[in-house]
């Protein structure tokens, strides 16, 4: 009962997420060329990073004298795409689109073969499984790259749009109930 209470005291934190998802989810819909740049920056970033943590494991595995070719093609694909993206903002938006989508479908390929060279009871077809839908995304985004990336913008939108409603009700919810319990 301490936990609902604790909730229940601190209804504006609701009140006050729910404005902030409300307004993003506006700026979202207000602006998408300019979302569609920062989601930029956020996939070079992602890039560079899991290139990095890829190539290290990579020069692990080598040190252990283990199969590291394919971790280390995409670690090294990986940095080379997270770099373009964050040097090169002067990149058109569908450049930036392909570079994605290319990442995306290599990333996929060698996800796919390493599931399948994998033993047994090993996970492997869930790496595979990732892989075939990294290679989907990037099928998708080469095949519509302005309407796909558009229409995961909308979604993210009415997603923070709901979302922040949800939040506001909850906050009155809440702050009803602290009435309640306090008087």
Known sequence: MDEVYIGVKN???FLITGVLMIAFGIVLLVWPASTIKVLAYLVG????????????????LLARKEK????????????????????????TLTFVIVLIAVWSIIAGTIELVGGIEMPAKSGRGWVAAAGVINIILGILLLA??????????VILSIFLFVGGILRFVMAF???????ELTA
């Open 173 to 179: 919810s809440a702050r009803k109930l602290e009435k």
């Open 45 to 60: 970033i992602l890039a560079l990073v899991i290139g990095v943590i890829e190539t290290v494991v990579a020069f692990v």
């Open 11 to 13: 209804w504006w934190s």
């Open 68 to 91: 590291m070719a394919f971790m280390l093609v995409r670690g090294l694909v990986s940095i080379l795409i997270g770099i373009l993206l964050l040097a090169k903002t002067g990149f």
């Open 144 to 153: 519509l790259p302005l309407e796909t990336v558009y229409a995961i913008i």
